[in-house]
């Protein structure tokens, strides 16, 4: 059973960044997934960005595009999510999931686990 734990959050004007960290614990594979989800006040849990363990491929969601970056760090076993060019629309409780064999990119209820969430507070 992979664990994660994020950090990295707080609040930024905007037009700052922020870098995300998520560190993971227990086996991760060639196939395993990381992704970044978020959740602002009122509304459902949305993707932002994904790849996969063996760094080949990574999706970011529209929105997010162009702006934010995942990345990893196997030596490290954690993943990264830097955040540039920051809206208030990017203010959220943002998590980190994994999923240890693989799964859908986008889909949250495919990650097996999921850490406690880092609020990102993007003021005006």
């Known amino acids: 059973q992979v664990q994660v734990a994020e950090s990295g959050g707080g609040l930024v004007q905007t037009g700052g960044s922020l870098r995300l960290s998520c560190a993971a614990s227990?086996?991760?594979?060639?196939?395993?997934?990381m992704a970044w989800f978020r959740q602002a006040p009122g509304k459902e849990r949305g993707f932002v960005a994904a790849m996969g363990w063996n760094g080949v491929s990574t999706r970011h969601a529209d929105s997010v595009k162009g702006r934010f970056t995942i990345s990893r760090d196997n030596a490290k076993n954690t993943v990264y999510l830097q955040m540039s060019s920051l809206r208030p629309e990017d203010t959220a409780v943002y998590y980190c999931?994994?999923?240890?064999?693989?799964?859908?990119?986008?889909?949250?209820?495919?990650?097996?686990?999921w850490g406690q969430g880092t609020q990102v507070t993007v003021s005006s």
């Open positions: 227990g086996r991760l594979f060639a196939t395993s997934v």
């Open positions: 999931a994994a999923a240890t064999y693989g799964t859908i990119w986008n889909v949250a209820a495919d990650y097996d686990s």
